[in-house]
């Protein structure tokens, strides 16, 4: 189900690093998921997504990871830029109620901090 | 990607009185669109799902009286908050998806809404 929190986690990391960013989801059945980026006073804006058949998808500078056994997906962003500091949530497609709404259930979400 | 406009960014109403947001497609037909609300520092979490023509299915514990939502055309969603309260001051985000269960969902911008 969803989860809510009282503070975000966050993760600070140096300009240039890599970051991961880690996520469990709840639903076993779950078949697809996505991560988003979310900056201060904006909606969420897709970042890349990944099907319950893969376990590794790769975009430009950023790669998704599914481990279905543990319920783990994983965002790793290569070469951490300022531009890069936002929330960050997962989100993962309800297929209840015989999956016809497609509705997506967020994560608690990551603060990402970037230092120059 | 698709764009999904929503306005307005802010409103800041007095309490009692009503609020009504939109949510609009510009570049496709959205069958189905989904409400969100944000409080500071936490998730994205589901309102109501509501699909073009029909009458909007809630989440639990969401009241439909409180939370008018219309889906009249394909292009175009509206949430009014009636009667708003303090406690309804959030952060509402709405989404859109097109025909078929696999499409992929645009984000609005999001409305920050502050009742005093």
């Known amino acids: 189900g969803e989860s809510v929190g009282l503070h975000l986690p966050t993760l600070s990391v140096q300009e240039g690093d890599n970051s991961i960013i880690n996520c469990a989801y709840s639903?076993?059945?779950?078949?697809?998921f996505i991560w988003y980026k979310q900056e201060s006073g904006k909606g969420p804006q897709f970042i890349i997504d990944?099907?319950?058949?893969?376990d590794k998808r790769q975009g430009q500078r950023v790669t998704v990871l599914l481990n279905k056994t543990v319920k783990h997906l994983s965002l790793q962003i290569a070469a951490t830029q300022p531009g890069d500091s936002a929330v960050y949530f997962c989100?993962?497609?309800?297929?209840?109620?015989?999956?016809?709404?497609?509705?997506?259930?967020f994560g608690k979400g990551t603060k990402l901090s970037v230092k120059p | 990607g698709a764009v999904v406009s929503q306005h307005p960014s802010r409103v800041i109403c007095k309490s009692g009185t009503s609020v009504k947001i939109e949510c609009r497609s510009l570049?496709?037909?959205?069958?189905?669109m989904f409400w969100y609300r944000q409080f500071p520092k936490q998730s994205l979490m589901l309102m109501a799902t509501?699909?073009?023509?029909?009458?909007?299915?809630?989440e639990q514990g969401v009241e439909k009286d409180k939370f008018l939502i219309n889906h009249a055309s394909l292009t175009l969603s509206t949430l009014t908050v009636t009667s708003a309260h303090p406690e309804d001051s959030s952060f509402y985000i709405c989404?859109?998806?097109?025909?078929?269960?696999?499409?992929?969902?645009?984000f609005g911008q999001g409305t920050r809404l502050t009742v005093v």
């Open positions: 989404s859109a998806r097109g025909q078929g269960f696999n499409t992929e969902a645009f």
């Open positions: 509501s699909n073009e023509g029909s009458k909007a299915t809630y």
């Open positions: 639903n076993s059945a779950s078949d697809y």
């Open positions: 570049d496709f037909q959205a069958t189905t």
């Open positions: 990944i099907r319950s058949n893969m």
């Open positions: 989100a993962e497609r309800d297929r209840g109620n015989g999956g016809s709404q497609g509705n997506l259930i």
